[in-house]
């Protein structure tokens, strides 16, 4: 089925910033850590809380200790104090947006102003704005609470930063031709904003709408009712396994947006479940072809490929014969050291990729008996190729045992090493490094050419690393703060990676330059303007997109390997 995910979606600015200050809360603060009601309103969200052990607390209790952390709707400030006051340590996790709206009401009911808020008097952010404008503060929810307001001489109109665009103008004409001279602020968050005019876009180009959020969210209610005002049928749906798939088969183009509180794992499941759902407007073959993508990047055969050739480039351009063993060996130990790591980190893995981890649960004994395999394959092709080569495998081995494995203290999912900010793809890129040159140099020699192609290596590895980061950002965030995205921010750790880019242009040209790349090498110009094409298609757009764009970044060590096959290739036939 074709999908077409909104540009819009998942999780806002205030919604990331209370889910990180509670995931830092659960590492940091004080124990134990609770939320002064639902954090967000997202099921699926809280439950990851709870696994960090943040649970959420209905009524002020009359004595307590620990942290306790204001949800992203915020509180009315009698609560916050009554919260100080019983003993609590408070990490205030209110929304900026929903901030100042509060500090709107607080500021014009000192003045004497009434405060209008236009919304649901029910929500928990609706409370918390009036708790700030006491006495002074009212609110409409339609147009037949404006029938009981007071005589209104003297006031101002706020929004719910959720409302309804379309419905807070027509609230706002009303009031002010029933009321004249009353000041309007459109509080309204940019998000929705963005979000509701982004569904109506949806609507023009898809036969059916799918909505993935909580069925509490205010937000994600109104993109529904917005949806179906366009006249198109609407899915509303909390994760994957409520999509009815028998009601969905009959639509050529279904469009997916998401609420403001909803995880992009959730939504990427959503998706991943609707391509999948058979449709007579979609080829077999297009759907076999995911399906089989999918299986090469989950089974980690994608990773095999490209270590496998990347393998033989450097034999190649260190102008050695073809060695398979020496192939053979880089495959089968990083292989078993990234699958060994995934196999144990599956915690984090649900967060990001349920049907990933699923598949390797499932799988589970298969890919643990793989793993053995592969390391004991390694080993025994390092004894027969060198002895030295042999020495620094075991090491390796053993190293990528102790960082992935519970060994020394590991807490928490992570080990002492994967504490240490964004550094899983440096390890990950010099692990490349160590096991698919250093057995050529020690087995064959030193060549300043393979010098070259090593920090080729080095840098495509890291690149891969990173962007696969960035796809599983959102499920890292809740486990820890290992990767780069998570230490840096999305948009810092793009910069990385563009200066990571020249670096690669500039490996390939200092060993044309210095190195001794034989002139048939010259395919390897190819690497830089893939690489730039990959960080191109990440910037663009990362929601729903994560098969295409895992394929993209598994394809920079298999086309770099390529490259230089190719220009061997073609050598080969003119000479």
């Not at 999908?3 to 600015?13: D, N, P, S, T």
């Not at 899983?424 to 020699?445: E, H, V």
């Not at 948009?491 to 990385?496: I, R």
Request: charged share 20%; aromatic share 12%; glycine share 8%.
């Amino acid at each position: 089925m074709k999908v077409i995910m909104a540009r819009k979606a998942g999780f806002c600015m205030g919604v990331r910033r209370a889910v990180q200050l509670a995931i830092k809360a659960s590492y940091e603060a004080e124990k134990p850590v609770y939320t002064y009601g639902p954090l967000i309103h997202n099921d699926q969200a809280l439950k990851l809380l709870e696994m960090l052990e943040i649970r959420p607390i209905k009524e002020i209790p009359e004595k307590a200790k620990g942290t306790i952390i204001i949800r992203a709707h915020g509180v009315p400030p009698e609560d916050k104090e009554r919260l100080k006051k019983v003993g609590f340590k408070i990490i205030d996790g209110t929304c900026p947006r929903v901030s100042r709206v509060q500090a709107l009401a607080r500021r014009f009911s000192r003045e004497g102003y009434w405060v209008v808020v236009v919304g649901d008097p029910d929500h928990a952010e609706v409370k918390g704005i009036l708790g700030y404008a006491g006495e002074k503060g009212l609110v409409v929810s339609s147009f037949k609470d404006l029938e009981h307001l007071p005589s209104l001489d003297k006031y101002v109109i706020l929004s719910q930063t959720t409302q309804d665009e379309e419905f807070f103008k027509l609230m706002v004409e009303e009031l002010l031709s029933r009321y004249p001279g009353g000041k309007v602020y459109n509080t309204i968050c940019n998000a929705t904003h963005n979000r509701q005019q982004e569904v109506r876009r949806l609507c023009k180009l898809c036969d059916a709408i799918v909505v993935v959020g909580g069925k509490h969210s205010a937000n994600t209610k109104r993109l529904a009712m917005i949806a179906r005002e366009e006249g198109k049928d609407v899915f509303l749906v909390e994760t994957a396994e409520e999509l009815d798939r028998e009601a969905l088969k009959k639509y050529r183009q279904v469009g997916v947006t998401a609420g403001a509180s909803t995880p992009n794992w959730v939504i990427n499941q959503v998706i991943r479940t609707l391509e999948e759902i058979p449709s007579p407007y979609e080829s077999s073959f297009l759907r076999w072809g995911r399906k089989f993508l999918r299986f090469l990047c989950e089974s980690n055969l994608a990773l095999c490929l490209g270590v496998f050739l990347l393998s033989l480039a450097a034999l190649f351009i260190n102008g050695r014969p073809f060695d398979l063993r020496l192939a053979v060996l880089a495959t089968a130990f990083l292989f078993s050291a990234h699958t060994v790591n995934r196999l144990v980190d599956l915690k984090s893995l649900y967060l990001n990729d349920p049907a990933r981890a699923t598949f390797l649960g499932k799988n589970r004994f298969l890919f643990i008996g793989l793993t053995f395999l592969g390391f004991m394959l390694s080993l025994i092709i390092a004894w027969l190729v060198d002895k030295t080569v042999f020495v620094m495998t075991s090491f390796m081995t053993m190293g990528s045992l102790l960082y992935s494995l519970p060994f020394l203290g590991r807490k928490n999912a992570l080990s002492p090493v994967q504490r240490i900010p964004g550094v899983r793809s440096l390890f990950i890129a010099f692990g490349w490094w160590i096991t698919i040159i250093w057995p050529i140099i020690l087995a064959y020699g030193y060549k300043s050419s393979l010098m070259w192609f090593g920090y080729l290596v080095l840098l495509v590895a890291f690149l891969r690393a990173v962007l696969l980061e960035i796809l599983e950002f959102q499920g890292d965030g809740f486990v820890g703060k290992e990767t780069l995205p998570v230490f840096l921010g999305v948009e810092k750790t793009f910069l990385c990676l563009k200066f990571c880019w020249i670096f690669i242009g500039l490996s390939i040209l200092g060993g044309f330059l210095w190195g001794g790349y034989p002139k048939h090498f010259l395919s390897l110009l190819v690497v830089p303007f893939y690489s730039f094409w990959v960080l191109n298609q990440y910037e663009k757009a990362l929601l729903g997109r994560n098969l295409e764009l895992e394929v993209s970044a598994e394809g920079l060590p298999l086309i770099t390997g390529l490259s230089v096959l190719v220009g061997k290739g073609i050598n080969g036939l003119f000479r």
